[in-house]
């Protein structure tokens, strides 16, 4: 932990507050408060004294008026948060730069027997993984609106990254390379208006809990190769710039993709969708495959733009498939689906029955409207 010697405080508070007579503001940092001497004040750029704590998060907090430069000064080393998070304490920073590669798979590897009580889910992933020793965090995770520098991988040869804590990566900017591939996550994952500058790859990665990637940009190409959703999971008004990959995926839950821009090719072939699947407003720019994919509840398409080829060949519908208002400007393929002969037909306002009533309710409004207009007339 970096620790501001007093005499340094003193100068930034008398700082603080000479500036303040003018309403100027300088930089105001926090760092890991955990010593009942530490308080944060907002008279100055503080750093709170801290003791050792494995049970505290690394912390590093910076506001919307440090400039550039402050953040510079005051950048997270990819090494004090591989301690911090191998300690057990978790990390906690905001508007901060991260500088550095972050290899998780440099945590040590402990033995699958020595979890307590692991989901059913997770052991799952031991067996089917043949899996004797894995890497563990226990604490949360909490990176927003940062910058960080360096690629974070946790690719390793063997193993898996087991993240028992929430993740939150709100509003951050990756620059390079991120790898949570073979990673399961036990708490809910957040990267919600993040930025993937480059890769964004989460093959057989396991999410337990509800996963968002509402608003969020991804980069050069996004795998997620044979992952599994338990819970339920958005990327709703997202951006892919580069290749998306959701081959043989597994959504165990409801799955939102609305609103959200294909830019180059987006594949979902051999994945199963067990909830509703919403893709409503989405744009595919370039080729979509949806082949062999099963939607075993509903699917709902309706109103998406199909900019080049959109295959749905061998898939299959057992629930509503919603494909009304539906922009095509390539005829789809649709060879050899399978769609449900009890399935559901759309609902709301596109509902078939709905549509008729309304139909039958104009007709009746024009035939009493005309003959109130004969009888008035005579």
Same mark, same amino acid.
């Given at each position: 932990?970096?620790?501001?010697?007093?005499?340094?405080?003193?100068?930034?508070?008398?700082?603080?507050?000479?500036?303040?007579?003018?309403?100027?503001?300088?930089?105001?940092?926090?760092?890991?408060?955990?010593?009942?001497?530490?308080?944060?004040?907002?008279?100055?750029?503080?750093?709170?004294?801290?003791?050792?704590?494995?049970?505290?998060?690394?912390?590093?907090?910076?506001?919307?008026?440090?400039?550039?430069?402050?953040?510079?000064?005051?950048?997270?080393?990819?090494?004090?948060?591989?301690?911090?998070?191998?300690?057990?304490?978790?990390?906690?920073?905001?508007?901060?730069?991260?500088?550095?590669?972050?290899?998780?798979?440099?945590?040590?590897?402990?033995?699958?027997?020595?979890?307590?009580?692991?989901?059913?889910?997770?052991?799952?992933?031991?067996?089917?993984?043949?899996?004797?020793?894995?890497?563990?965090?226990?604490?949360?995770?909490?990176?927003?609106?940062?910058?960080?520098?360096?690629?974070?991988?946790?690719?390793?040869?063997?193993?898996?990254?087991?993240?028992?804590?929430?993740?939150?990566?709100?509003?951050?900017?990756?620059?390079?390379?991120?790898?949570?591939?073979?990673?399961?996550?036990?708490?809910?994952?957040?990267?919600?208006?993040?930025?993937?500058?480059?890769?964004?790859?989460?093959?057989?990665?396991?999410?337990?809990?509800?996963?968002?990637?509402?608003?969020?940009?991804?980069?050069?190409?996004?795998?997620?190769?044979?992952?599994?959703?338990?819970?339920?999971?958005?990327?709703?008004?997202?951006?892919?710039?580069?290749?998306?990959? #959701?081959?043989?995926? +597994?959504? =165990?839950? /409801? &799955?939102? @993709?609305? %609103?959200?821009? *294909?830019?180059?090719? $987006?594949? !979902?072939?051999?994945?199963?969708?067990?909830?509703?699947?919403?893709?409503?407003?989405?744009?595919?720019?370039?080729?979509?495959? #949806?082949?062999?994919? +099963?939607? =075993?509840? /509903? &699917?709902? @398409?309706? %109103?998406?733009? *199909?900019?080049?080829? $959109?295959? !749905?060949?061998?898939?299959?519908?057992?629930?509503?498939?919603?494909?009304?208002?539906?922009?095509?400007?390539?005829?789809?393929? #649709?060879?050899?689906?399978?769609?449900?002969?009890?399935?559901?037909?759309?609902?709301?306002?596109?509902?078939?029955?709905?549509?008729?009533?309304?139909?039958?309710?104009?007709?009746?409004?024009?035939?009493?409207?005309?003959?109130?207009?004969?009888?008035?007339?005579?």
């Amino acid at each position: 932990m970096m620790v501001i010697p007093y005499n340094a405080l003193m100068r930034l508070s008398t700082q603080r507050r000479f500036l303040g007579r003018f309403g100027l503001t300088t930089c105001v940092l926090v760092t890991a408060a955990t010593s009942p001497l530490g308080t944060a004040s907002p008279a100055g750029c503080v750093v709170e004294p801290t003791t050792p704590d494995a049970q505290v998060p690394f912390t590093r907090h910076l506001d919307t008026g440090c400039s550039e430069a402050e953040r510079e000064a005051y950048a997270v080393r990819a090494e004090e948060l591989l301690a911090a998070l191998q300690e057990g304490g978790g990390v906690d920073l905001a508007g901060v730069v991260v500088v550095g590669d972050l290899l998780l798979n440099k945590l040590p590897l402990v033995s699958v027997n020595s979890l307590q009580d692991p989901p059913p889910e997770l052991q799952a992933a031991f067996g089917r993984q043949a899996l004797n020793e894995v890497r563990v965090i226990s604490g949360p995770i909490s990176i927003r609106d940062s910058r960080v520098r360096g690629m974070i991988s946790a690719k390793g040869k063997e193993g898996l990254l087991i993240i028992q804590g929430p993740v939150t990566m709100t509003g951050t900017t990756f620059e390079r390379a991120v790898d949570l591939s073979r990673t399961a996550f036990l708490g809910p994952v957040d990267f919600s208006g993040s930025v993937f500058m480059s890769e964004g790859l989460f093959i057989q990665t396991l999410f337990l809990e509800p996963a968002r990637f509402q608003k969020t940009a991804f980069g050069t190409h996004t795998r997620f190769h044979k992952a599994i959703f338990a819970d339920t999971v958005t990327f709703l008004r997202s951006g892919f710039n580069g290749l998306a990959e #959701f081959l043989e995926v +597994v959504f =165990e839950q /409801d &799955a939102s @993709f609305s %609103r959200t821009y *294909f830019k180059m090719g $987006a594949g !979902f072939s051999g994945s199963r969708f067990h909830r509703m699947v919403d893709f409503s407003e989405a744009t595919f720019a370039r080729e979509a495959f #949806f082949a062999f994919t +099963v939607f =075993e509840g /509903d &699917a709902y @398409f309706r %109103r998406s733009t *199909f900019r080049a080829l $959109a295959n !749905f060949s061998d898939a299959e519908f057992q629930g509503v498939d919603d494909f009304s208002k539906v922009l095509f400007d390539i005829n789809p393929n #649709f060879v050899r689906t399978k769609v449900s002969a009890s399935r559901r037909t759309p609902g709301g306002l596109q509902s078939p029955v709905f549509l008729y009533a309304i139909a039958g309710a104009v007709v009746i409004f024009m035939v009493l409207f005309v003959f109130a207009l004969r009888k008035g007339s005579q």
